[in-house]
Nanobody, 124 residues
Framework: VQLVESGGGLRQAGGSLTLSCSAS????????IAWFRQAPGKDREGLSC????????YSMDSVKDRFTISSDNAKNTVYLQIKNLKLEDTGVYYC??????????????????WGPGTQVTVSP
């Protein structure tokens, strides 16, 4: 499985951005893709997860008002839309894949495949 994130960059607080995760080589008919964030000096934290091809998405309570996960199954791509960016959104964003249908998606150890990450920096 290969995952590649894109869409990161420098943004101002209050703005928005959409991250993309392109997946290839997944052999399961159903699987999940999750987004994680690792801020400087902090552990990697789970943010959102979506079941492919079902489309059911989930987000942690701390971000669900601002983060939306979606997918384009024809493009094998999962998106994470972030609105009203905050300084604390700064970090490296990773997408990850497993076959557990978003169960305990906030636990990085349950994910088998990872992308290299994309940096998001939010400025005042």
């Amino acid at each position: 499985v290969q995952l590649v994130e894109s869409g990161g960059g420098l943004r101002q607080a209050g703005g928005s951005l959409t991250l993309s995760c392109s997946a290839s080589g997944v052999t399961e008919n159903e699987y999940s893709i999750a987004w994680f964030r690792q801020a400087p000096g902090k552990d990697r934290e789970g943010l959102s997860c979506i079941i492919i091809p079902d489309g059911r998405g989930y987000s942690m309570d701390s971000v669900k008002d601002r983060f939306t996960i979606s997918s384009d199954n024809a493009k094998n791509t999962v998106y994470l839309q972030i609105k009203n960016l905050k300084l604390e959104d700064t970090g490296v964003y990773y997408c990850a894949q497993n076959r557990y249908f978003c169960a305990a998606y906030n636990q990085p150890s349950l994910f088998e495949s990872w992308g290299p990450g994309t940096q998001v920096t939010v400025s005042p």
